[in-house]
């Protein structure tokens, strides 16, 4: 039987940096760290709550904007652990929040930070479910929203986004659809995604929604070990942060992604490279590496797995016959499982691998293209 976990919900009193720790009066700093960022670093920062109580989780309101969002179910896949070798397995299904992904966790206290700041126009740059995910948070907040976009967003996510009344601008590549967004917030529109190269990530009041969605995961048990598709490190940042609020002990995080960028980087490249990189794994492709995401993987002594386009199918494959239809870089967790049960390290083990979007929204590229390259998607 799960465990309840108390959640706090307080307002933030300030922010402090993840690389240095250096504190900052509470604000919207798109270019993240400045000490960091005098020093040619790039790093994101994190809501600072003063008096929070120890042991629970720490939310900033959401001032009533809302779908529903969290308490998803988690599902237990003997099979599969049995095939990773591992002596349990959870999956954690983020596809069923209100628009199909667990983006909605980071845009409820986003929207609520843009209508607080007095913003008409919220702009974000998105290959799929977070475009999705934002233009109906943004209409139900009743602010106007901008998604830049490529050619290869899915049919779908259009036709939903458009479906809010948002604006769906296309554009060649992800370097034109982040300068589209930093066009926008220099003309006042609040910044719902990543725009800044080196990359640093979304708004931490976006960033601490995901908090929640670890103490749904230690609510059932603290794993050994937590699975997460990544990108720029959103998800992986949020998850850190809340399991080290929890304090209760820290899973290790492994960040799953279709080609190198973090492997890379643990062992020995710097972050603010770029790593090029072909994959249909729309929902985590790109150049890039955050320091976020690197900061949550040394936090929690995790590492990063590859998983490319074609072990990614067979898992969604594996998948589906369990039952569980997920988008390609969902299954691409549990691909990741098989590559550290063939090194023997999982047995006995719990993991919750994060599925965080469905198959069923059709967010993967076609079989017979690879839209990512050293420029991100085209």
């Known amino acids: 039987m799960s465990e309840q976990i108390a959640v706090q919900i307080q ?7 993840l690389r240095c720790d250096f504190a900052l009066p509470l604000g919207d700093h798109d270019a993240g760290c400045p000490r960091c960022a005098a020093e040619e670093h790039a790093s994101n920062l994190r809501l600072v709550f003063r008096g929070a109580a120890q042991g629970r989780i720490v939310l900033p309101p959401t001032g009533g904007i809302s779908l529903g969002e969290g308490g998803t179910p988690q599902v237990e896949a003997p099979d599969l652990a049995a095939e990773a070798g591992l002596g349990r397995l959870s999956l954690k299904l983020e596809w069923c929040n209100p628009t199909g992904s667990h983006k909605d966790r980071m845009s409820a206290p986003l929207l609520a930070r843009a209508r607080e700041r007095g913003a008409t126009l919220v702009a974000a740059a998105s290959s799929g479910n977070a475009g999705v995910s934002l233009a109906a948070y943004a209409a139900r907040a009743g602010l106007a929203a901008e998604i830049a976009t490529t050619p290869s967003m899915p049919d779908g996510a259009r036709r939903a986004i458009r479906a809010t009344g948002a604006r769906l601008v296309e554009v060649a590549d992800t370097a034109a659809r982040w300068e589209h967004v930093g066009r926008l917030a220099a003309e006042g529109a609040f910044a ?43 998800l992986l940042s949020g998850l850190l942060l809340g399991f080290q609020e929890l304090g209760r002990g820290m899973p290790r995080l492994v960040a799953v992604e279709p080609f190198p960028r973090l492997a890379r980087v643990l062992a020995g490249a710097d972050y603010r490279e770029s790593f090029p990189g072909r994959t249909a794994q729309l929902s985590i492709g790109g150049d890039t590496v955050t320091f976020q995401a690197l900061h949550a993987l040394r936090e929690s002594r995790g590492t990063a797995v590859v998983v490319d386009d074609a072990a990614a199918r067979a898992a969604q494959m594996r998948l589906g016959r369990a039952g569980l239809h997920a988008e390609l870089s969902a299954a691409a967790g549990v691909a990741a499982l098989s590559v550290l049960g063939a090194e023997g390290a999982l047995t006995g083990r719990h993991a919750v691998a994060v599925l965080t979007g469905s198959g069923a929204g059709a967010m993967d590229a076609p079989t017979d293209t690879n839209p990512f390259d050293q420029r991100g998607p085209r």
Not at 11 to 17: D, V
Request: charged share 15%.
């Open 192 to 234: 719902a995604t990543n725009y800044r190269r080196p990359a640093l990530g979304t708004n931490p009041f976006g960033i601490a929604g995901y908090k929640a969605l670890a103490a749904e995961i230690a609510a059932d048990g603290l794993p050994d070990l937590v699975v997460v598709p990544c990108a720029r490190g959103d």
């Open 11 to 17: 307002s933030p009193s300030g922010l402090s940096c």
